[in-house]
């Protein structure tokens, strides 16, 4: 009987430690799934880093258009597919790979990046002994506060998108969303249209160092206006399906409002200062 009932003991001690492995396995997968990634927020971040800055500095730095054009081939089919990628993933089983716990960790990344530019113009322009430099052609000033305006504006939007999400309201949630796209998007078609004026008057990036400066800091902004557009399409066409990612909306509205922050510091400094 003392026999019989060791091997009772073992077979269900045997019984135990098979069950607590298997919940451990599952704990690992669920684990494992809850931290997926995605590489697309990485391609649409190299595809506007070769099709706006490297493209700009290529054609009006060094003057070899060519390169510039190479870089503009190169760039806009990344920032497409990764795009695309991107909305395949929201259209999948999956949850997308944006987590509100890592954006501000990037968030914090890309401030010291910004910083670095306004850095350098501020070492720039309290040394200079004359400023602006000659060649420098008047800005607008009535063009950059209707940015500012529309940009604070979207900050708003966004911020109404998340609380119609917290609430269930997908519907209002969804008019949200494309309210703040509407208004990002002009934002940017402003600073195309700002651009495009300042160069037919012959402010190019060669310029002078005032010029290299203003297109480097309001492109490099311009081009996470963009990247928050492509995280709000890929939020928005699978909301058409039903399916909302709540962790990848506050991501994306963390740091479009972090893009906002920085417009703020861009407007006070480059243009009114």
């Known amino acids: 009987m003392a026999q019989q009932g060791a091997e009772l003991d073992r077979e269900l001690g045997g019984r135990l430690a098979a069950a607590a492995h298997e919940g451990e396995g599952h704990a690992a997968g669920a684990h494992a799934h809850e931290w997926e990634t995605s590489p697309w927020p990485l391609t649409v971040s190299v595809g506007i880093l070769l099709a706006l800055p490297l493209a700009f500095t290529f054609k009006f730095v060094y003057g070899q258009p060519l390169l510039a054009v190479i870089m503009l081939g190169l760039g806009t089919p990344l920032i497409v597919a990764g795009v695309v990628g991107w909305i395949r993933e929201g259209l999948g089983a999956h949850e997308l790979g944006l987590s509100p716990a890592a954006m501000p960790w990037f968030i914090l990344a890309e401030a010291l990046i910004f910083l670095s530019l306004f850095a350098s113009y501020w070492v720039m322009r309290l040394g200079a002994p004359e400023w602006p430099p000659a060649g420098t052609v008047d800005l607008p000033r009535l063009v950059p506060l209707v940015m500012t305006v529309i940009l604070v504006s979207s900050s708003f939007t966004i911020h109404a998108a998340e609380a119609r999400l917290a609430e269930g309201r997908h519907g209002a949630f969804l008019r949200w969303l494309v309210l703040t796209m509407v208004l990002g998007t002009v934002f940017v078609l402003l600073s195309a249209f700002e651009w495009r004026e300042l160069i037919h008057e012959g402010f190019t990036p060669a310029t002078n160092a005032y010029s290299t400066a203003f297109f480097s800091i309001t492109g490099f902004h311009a081009a996470h206006v963009v990247v928050g557009l492509g995280a709000f399409l890929a939020l928005l ?37």
């Open 237 to 273: 066409l699978p909301a058409l399906g039903g399916r909302i990612s709540e962790p990848f909306v506050k991501s994306a509205s963390m740091y479009w409002h972090f893009v906002d922050i920085v417009w703020l510091f861009v407007v006070s400094q480059v243009y009114f200062w």
